[in-house]
């Protein structure tokens, strides 16, 4: 082979398909190897040297010095008097290191080859997609819709295509080909048929990931997303958590004017985004995920994973929310059942809590039951 073009060929590759060169040297010698198998009918005596940097390359095969009346195998063996015409020093039984020229193989051996070489870089290549994507196997990416399968939607990523299904669209959102979207890479599959990943547009991670691009403070760890619930397409409540006293995270993800907020809210075709303050505290925390209803008291019991909540009576359909989903949120954000009912409701059944300062860890009102004093 002309050093030069191998060169360039391994160095095209190389840099188009992210191939290592090693990989495709040890290509190059294995096809080499089985043209010398299929020409010679054996392959055990032969050698291929290919230099990376330079591009030089030689096939040598090593053959016994025999007596002509003892020569079985011409392609292991040779005779002393065709050893002699290599080097007039040669005695029998040395072995000598015969330089073979692969442009007499012919073409049937020399395509199989070839189609060796094609095979590996294809394999390697797909070896290299998948571990690029692998590495973003629950992240967010953006790709570009190429066309609908069915109920499923072909997103092209670069490299590769991935597959949104029905169960993972948004209901309502509608694509057309050359649009640009993100989705959560939900899994990365390497098959026997090529690539196969799956991704979401209803994933609650994909909310996540999403303030992590935007917001400077979730990405640097100094505010974290300590819970999500979600309902994809309608609304979402995520509980935040700083680790400076100084910032304030509900503020660092809402972003001055609503910036911030604002942008991810316009990436998920106008979804509801509810932003509250994570409190260890259970009773707290559920106030908190009922916003923006006012709650009167909260009492949570940590080992039932239940709550009974009393809100006013104006705001009972407010903390329950259209078709229960406030409620139903608040509930999936907190992983508590919450029993929510009206100030009204709660004193006809005995349930109203009156405040006591002793009980720390439950919330309440503490100016509604001042005014209820007065």
């Given amino acids: ?56 390359n030689h096939v040598y095969a090593s053959k016994k010095v025999v007596d002509q ?17 290599i080097n007039s020093g040669l005695e029998l039984g040395d072995v000598v290191r015969i330089e073979i ?17 094609i095979q590996k870089i294809r394999e390697d290549e797909r070896n290299t997609i998948y571990n ?8 967010v990416v953006t790709g570009i819709v190429q066309r609908y399968s069915g109920d499923n939607i072909s997103i092209n990523l670069g490299k590769a295509d991935a597959i949104l299904t ?17 989705v959560y890479i939900l899994e990365v599959r390497n098959t026997q048929k090529g690539l196969r990943m799956r991704v979401s547009r209803t994933h609650p991670e994909l909310v996540k990931k999403l303030f992590e691009e935007e917001v400077t403070e979730v990405r640097d760890g100094i505010v974290e997303i300590k ?30 004017n609503g910036s911030r907020v604002n942008a991810i809210v316009s990436e998920l075709h106008n979804e509801k985004i509810d932003i509250i303050n994570w409190d260890e505290n259970p009773a707290y ?9 006012m709650v009167i008291s909260v009492i949570a019991d940590s080992d039932e994973k239940s709550a009974k909540v009393v809100v006013p009576d104006d705001q009972l359909s407010l903390a ?34 009156e405040y006591d300062e002793e009980y720390e860890d439950e919330y309440y009102d503490e100016e509604y039951y001042d005014n209820e004093e007065e």
């Fill in 227 to 256: 819970a999500i619930a979600r309902e994809a397409g309608n609304r979402s409540k995520i509980a935040v958590w700083s680790n400076d006293p100084d910032v304030d995270p509900v503020g660092a993800c809402v972003g001055m």
């Fill in 320 to 353: 329950i929310g259209m078709k229960g989903q406030n409620a139903r949120l608040a509930a999936r954000l907190t992983g508590f059942k919450i029993d929510i009912k009206s100030e009204t409701q709660a004193r006809e059944s005995g349930d109203f809590i």
């Fill in 69 to 85: 009346k003892d020569l079985q195998d011409e392609a292991l063996e040779l005779t002393l008097e065709e050893a002699h015409e």
């Fill in 166 to 182: 029905k169960n993972e669209q948004i209901e309502g959102e509608h694509y057309k080909p050359t649009d640009r979207i993100k």
């Fill in 285 to 293: 925390l559920i106030q908190n995920a009922l916003s923006p209803a």
């Fill in 101 to 117: 020229d692969t442009k007499s193989f012919g073409r049937i051996v020399t395509n199989s080859s070839k189609n060796m070489i």
């Fill in 132 to 139: 690029e994507f692998y590495e973003k196997e629950h992240q």
């Fill in 1 to 56: 082979m002309d050093k030069k073009e191998l060169l360039l060929a391994l160095n095209t590759v190389e840099n188009e398909k992210s191939i290592d060169k090693d990989s495709l040297i040890e290509a190059i010698k294995g096809s080499i190897l089985n043209a010398c198998k299929q020409y010679f009918g054996t392959a055990e005596n032969i050698s291929v040297e290919i230099d990376a940097t330079t591009g030089e």
